[in-house]
């Protein structure tokens, strides 16, 4: 199966197709999830000495000290970036040292990305046992905007995805990662979480064999 990338939000409605209903991917709700009167927006966390995984099911490792980010170019070690997930808890792409992950970042308007969702629980299960962990990276929702708590739940029940969904913004950590703003962008990233392969023309055979190798 082959997904072509696609650059920039249509200008849609919240009810994308005139049935009178909010579509998938979209909520009506407010999505400003604390006491404030500003609506969330994702932000790149800052680093914390006292950082810790959040208690899940998913793996976690402590990465070597002398670690250091440098972008998302083949050959680079991915920069730790530290944001949000679908259960409000702070994520590190970093607490994945020792896995091979696909670092997938999209916008929740583009329709290759949700063709591309569809399969995220199949690869999951297929190579998780491996050490394979499939990370969806969030940039913008239906509108472009930055995406709220309740977009990455959506997402996550949408496609029945249970991996790390994540929030970022255009502007955020991954934002270097974006080749000429087209979506989804897919990382190949290998145990010492460097970027092997980086794809926004996705053949899922190819895909597939890379994470394959990477194992």
């Known amino acids: 199966i082959l997904f072509t990338a696609c650059a920039g939000p249509p200008e849609l409605d919240k009810d994308q197709d005139n ?19 500003d609506t969330d927006t994702p932000t790149d966390l800052d680093t914390d000495s006292n950082w810790g995984a959040p208690s ?23 920069p730790d970036c530290r944001l949000q997930d679908q259960f409000g808890d702070e994520v590190s792409f970093w607490q994945f040292y020792g896995d091979v992950l696909v670092i997938d970042i999209l916008a929740m308007w583009c329709g290759p990305c949700q063709e591309m969702a569809v399969s995220v629980p199949s690869l999951q299960s297929a190579f998780g046992a491996e050490g394979f962990t499939y990370v969806t990276v969030v940039a913008q929702d239906v509108a472009g ?28 950590c991954t934002a270097a990662a974006i080749n000429s703003g087209q979506y989804p962008e897919l990382l190949v990233i290998d145990r010492e979480m460097k970027v092997l392969q980086a794809h926004n023309l996705v053949d899922m055979a190819v895909l597939e064999e890379a994470i394959a190798d990477a194992l």
């Open 145 to 172: 905007e930055a995406p709220s708590q309740d977009d990455l739940v959506a997402w996550a029940t949408g496609f029945g995805i249970s991996s790390p969904i994540l929030a970022d913004s255009v502007s955020g």
């Open 19 to 37: 049935d009178n209903d909010n579509d998938k991917y979209t909520d009506d709700t407010d999505t400003d999830t604390d006491t404030d009167t």
């Open 56 to 78: 899940n099911t998913w793996d976690s490792s402590t990465p070597p000290n002398d670690l250091v980010g440098e972008g998302f170019s083949v050959g680079d070690v991915v």
